[in-house]
């Protein structure tokens, strides 16, 4: 065994040990091989619309042109902001080929959070869909956001079809809120227009040229925006490929993979969007996975072959019974992410279907895929052993590295290591060492087998379904209401979404009240940041310098 790379052992044959990322330059080179090779195959379906390879290439093209015309310039930033659907890839590389750099953007977003974002991160420009505009109103006179490009649900679904479902849409109180902003386009509009011009690629791209800020609230802190390069998501790519191919039997040309997760989240974002198109396969696009009756309607209409979830998802389809009467008969490749994967629910997959789901682990850091769980080696309670050209250590508390068996912080170091915070050098600093190790703030060992177990989080992240909620940002919104003193946040266990919120208040004002607070939170945080429980508390356990002790709270 490597003592190295103990995990080396554990690679079944046929996957190599180590990628070679400068194969492709950037990622629009290595993805027109795909496109060109794919032309005429779909490469993305929602509510049964499809669209080709070669659809994507001309609407991203006359995007990009469109938004050159516009006065965006090479480096600028342009915000999505749109939940899974076909115009998410189109936004997506109509910026990447006008040499612009894309902010992926949680369309759950309140305005707040959404300032932050869009001023951390200096976009000019947001594609975002129409129902979200009402918010975006409240704060885009604080950010450099000059252009606006709206889309409908229903925006690419053809004229019949997509007037149906925006009608009915528009027609349900408060999901497309009245605004009074001018100056924006459709995207119908902007790929009309953009066709009149000439597409410019004449702009530095290169292996180190960062093409995406992932925003993330890294191991602790505001959230800060993750710098990746084309080397990093190719590297990604690249890895992920190598996973994947043995579960299709190393025939990826007819694959159908079902995308419930949310592409701005950067699980889905490499594997549902970048990934699956290098593989030449199928997306099946899903808005909303919680309406599970909307993901069931996928099954009978594809016969799905892979799919991404965390276990929030899975646990829900498996206590779904038209799920169990569908059509999943010809899954062969189940990923899990984002949190961890609870044993009862792999047992219980396992036993339905005759499949492993695939935990992996990862992060928004190393874009994100770190292990994966290789075909017909998959260990209960692991989250796999190393991608390709990845090494993962486990130190102690003074940076002594651990030996197999001993549990210690994760530190990770591959080609898909991120370049380091946006505007953030300290931060980065405190990320990522002088000779490119990556803290990952998880604490976990290495087994004999080379496979790593997660343990526990060094920092005090809460993990809701597969999301990053950090405490410091909940509390600061909970100050923001004057009958609060103090409080804490802390997450606690959930069997519906791993963990959830529960916060520790003591009163300013005894009038105070959890509707209250509640009430308050939904105003100011995203829904699954929202607290699940409020208890009240005459004091709160602090340290000798007054520090609040969530560790205290939480024993």
Known sequence: MNNARPWIASYP?????????????????????????????????????????????????????????????????????????????VALFGILKAGLIVVNTNPLYTPREMEHQFKDSGAKGIIILENFIYNLEKVIKETDVKVVISTSIGGMLGSVKGSLVNFAIRNVKRMVPKHGMSNIVTMK????????????????????????????????????????????????MMQIKTFILPYMGGDSSNQVILAPLPLYHIFAFTINCLATMDLGALSILVANPRDLKSVIKEFER????????????????????????????????????????????????????????????????????VTSSPYKKVKLGSVGIPVPSTDIQIIDEVGNVLPLGETGEIQIKGPQVMKGYYNRPEETAKTITADGWLNSGDIGYIDDEGYL????????????????????????????????????????????????VKVFIVKKDQSLTKDEIITHCRENLTGYKVPKEVEFRDELPKSNVGKILRRKLKE
């Open 13 to 89: 044959s046929g996957i190599p040990a180590n990628i070679d990322p400068s194969q492709y330059p950037t990622i629009l080179e290595y993805l027109d091989e795909t496109c060109t090779k794919y032309a005429k195959k779909p490469a993305f379906s929602f509510m049964g619309k499809e669209m080709t390879y070669g659809d994507l290439v001309q609407k991203s093209n006359a995007l990009g042109a469109y938004l050159q015309s516009r006065g965006l310039e090479p480096g600028d930033k342009v915000a999505i902001m749109m939940p899974n659907l076909l115009q998410y890839p």
């Open 189 to 236: 509009e902007a790929l009309k227009q953009g066709k009149k011009f000439e597409l410019n690629s004449d702009f530095k791209n290169e292996p180190e040229s960062v093409i995406a800020l992932q925003y993330t609230g890294g191991t602790t802190g505001v959230s800060k925006g993750a710098m990746l390069t084309n080397r990093n998501l190719v590297a990604n």
């Open 302 to 369: 594809y016969e799905i072959t892979g799919m991404t979830g965390v276990n929030t998802l899975y646990n829900a389809l498996l206590n779904h019974e038209p799920f169990r009467n569908t059509n999943w008969k010809k899954l062969q490749f189940i990923a899990a992410g984002g949190t961890a994967l609870q044993k009862s629910v792999a047992e219980e997959w396992k036993k339905l279907t005759g499949q492993d789901i695939s935990e992996g682990y990862g992060m928004t850091e190393a874009s994100p895929v």
């Open 453 to 500: 177990k997660i343990v526990d989080r060094k920092k005090d992240m809460i993990l809701v379904s597969g999301f990053n909620v950090y405490p410091n940002e909940i509390e600061d919104v909970l100050c923001l209401n004057e009958k609060v003193l103090e409080s804490a946040a802390i997450g606690i266990p959930s069997d519906r979404s791993g963990e959830c």
